[in-house]
Each structure stands twice: as structure tokens, then as C-alpha cells.
């Protein structure tokens, strides 16, 4: 009796292992229905995690709100010095605009290079033979589109119109392989460098800028935009970016290869430019010897 007695925390600990066996045998069965024991441990637990998840999600999303508040912060405080920025531009952006129309008003000139109406339009056709050279658009001389108007998208310059009917317009573009194609181009800086943008290179995708005077330093990674002297592009529209800078053929001037800001292969909406002041038809590349002469006197 009692070794019985002895041996009665094995058996206990026997009993307890096959019931634990059985109960494991029986949760692993394929059943649609919890038994009634796993229905009150599911509920304990569940109703114990309950308890402690809530005060945890709390605490969670006081932190969260604390870390929400500390970036509202910040936000605030980098807005508020945009602001100061933005008010600081548009105070020189008056100031600059008063000291133009001043100056405009010194030299008896009414007109604004960087002036233009825009007008709306949508590519709609291109010829694959011509898919780098020429679009059609559709707006025409009833919509007040005319030839050797420039035309833009919201990234740059990407050429002028060379073809008016009634309802649409042809688009030479700036990557052509006309030469005669020209556009009076700057880069800006304390010494504004001046320059024709004639010719485009399709192995580097990028426009060609001549006639830059060799004793201004042009560096990759300028911005160029068109100066608004040939007559016919509005000043200020931007071209694209210079990659590289070498010397021409005879080594007086310099030569730039641009980067372009517009993308020509993908065209859908495009811009023309109806310039306010008066236009010098065919100053911007009308395809004679007058208008290169013209041209090479204005841009360089």
C-alpha cells in the first residue's frame, strides 16, 4: 500500500499525458463543430486577449498620435519656410516685372519677347517616315493657328508649323534632319551666352547648338533656353541642357550638344505659342540665305 502510494505521482503524470494525447487526437480531426471544452478555452483566451490587446492598441495608437503631432510639426515648420521662400520669389518676381516694364518704358518698346497667347491642340497623326521629324495637330488657320508659330509642351520646345489648313497644322520638330530649321537659343548667366540651335544628332538624341562665341565658358549641365531674337520663338521657352562642349570645325566658335526637355517620340498635347509682339517671318530658320545671314546676327 505504500509503495502504491509512492508510485501515485506517475500515474498521475501518465493519466495526464494520455489525456493530453486524446485531446491532441481529437483537435486534430476534421471537424465543422468546437466540443464544448475547446468552445470555454477558446472563449478564455479569447476573452484574456482581449483584455490585454485593447489597453495595448491604446497605448499603440497614443504613440502613433504622438509620432503623427511630432510630423505634423515638422511639416509645419518646413511649409512655413516654403512660404517664406515662395513669398520671397514672387516679391523679386515684382520687382523684376516693375524693373522690366520700367526698363521697356526707358527704351519706347511696348512689346514682351517672353509674351505669347497659347493655344491647345492634340497630335493627330504622324508619318512613321517622319516620326522624329513632323506631326499633325488639330488646329488650323480657323482656330487662329499660323505658319512659323512655335509650339511647346509643358517640358520645352519641340518646334514650330510649317503647314496651315482650315482644320489642322504640320509641326516640324527640332530633331528633323532640316538644317534649315534654326531657333535663336541662350544660356543664361552672369554672361549670357548666345547661340543657334541647327541640327540634331539621332545617335546621341540630342539638338545641336552653334555659333557660341569661344570666349564664353559653357559647362555640361546648363540650362538653355530660346532667347526670343529670331522673331518667331518667345523668349524664355525652355530648350533643354548642355551634355557636352567642343569647338567646331574651325575652332572660332564653340559647339554644344542639348540635351532636349521635351521627349519628341511621345507627343500628344502640344502648345502653340502666338507670340504678342511682332513676328520676323523667317528669321527662325525659313530656309534662305537672307534668313540664315539674319539669323547668325541675331543669335550669335
Do not use: C
Amino acid at each position: 500500500m505504500p509503495r502504491f502510494f509512492s508510485n501515485k505521482r506517475l500515474i498521475l503524470l501518465l493519466v495526464g499525458v494520455i489525456a493530453l494525447v486524446a485531446l491532441i487526437s481529437f483537435s486534430l480531426k476534421d471537424r465543422h463543430n468546437a466540443s464544448l471544452p475547446e468552445q470555454i478555452v477558446k472563449d478564455v483566451v479569447g476573452f484574456g486577449q482581449s483584455i490585454f490587446s485593447k489597453p495595448a492598441h491604446y497605448i499603440t495608437g497614443v504613440f502613433g498620435n504622438i509620432d503623427g503631432i511630432l510630423n505634423t510639426y515638422e511639416e509645419n515648420k518646413v511649409l512655413k519656410m516654403r512660404l517664406s521662400e515662395y513669398a520671397t520669389s514672387q516679391s523679386e518676381l515684382i520687382d523684376i516685372q516693375t524693373e522690366n516694364k520700367r526698363l521697356l518704358d526707358i527704351i519706347g518698346k511696348e512689346e514682351n519677347l517672353r509674351e505669347y497667347e497659347p493655344i491647345h491642340a492634340t497630335v493627330i497623326a504622324r508619318n512613321p517616315d517622319q516620326w522624329e521629324m513632323k506631326i499633325i495637330i488639330d488646329k488650323g488657320s480657323l482656330h487662329g493657328i499660323e505658319r512659323n508659330m512655335a509650339v511647346l509642351t509643358a517640358h520645352g520646345l519641340i518646334g514650330k508649323v510649317v503647314l496651315v489648313t482650315p482644320f489642322s497644322s504640320t509641326v516640324e520638330l527640332l530633331s528633323t534632319e532640316n538644317r534649315e530649321l534654326r531657333v535663336s537659343a541662350v544660356i543664361p548667366g552672369d554672361a549670357p551666352a548666345f547661340g543657334l540651335i541647327e541640327g540634331y544628332d539621332p545617335l546621341r538624341s540630342e539638338l545641336i547648338m552653334k555659333r557660341i562665341d569661344s570666349s564664353f565658358k559653357v559647362k555640361p549641365g546648363q540650362k538653355v533656353i530660346s532667347s526670343g531674337l529670331g522673331g518667331i520663338f518667345p523668349a524664355g521657352l525652355p530648350i533643354g541642357e548642355v551634355t557636352e562642349v567642343s569647338t567646331d570645325d574651325h575652332g572660332l566658335t564653340t559647339l554644344a550638344y542639348i540635351r532636349p526637355a521635351a521627349e519628341f517620340s511621345m507627343l500628344d498635347h502640344v502648345i502653340i505659342a502666338k507670340r504678342s509682339s511682332t513676328q520676323v517671318d523667317g528669321s527662325d530658320g525659313g530656309g534662305t540665305d537672307e534668313t540664315i545671314g539674319t539669323e547668325g546676327e541675331n543669335g550669335s
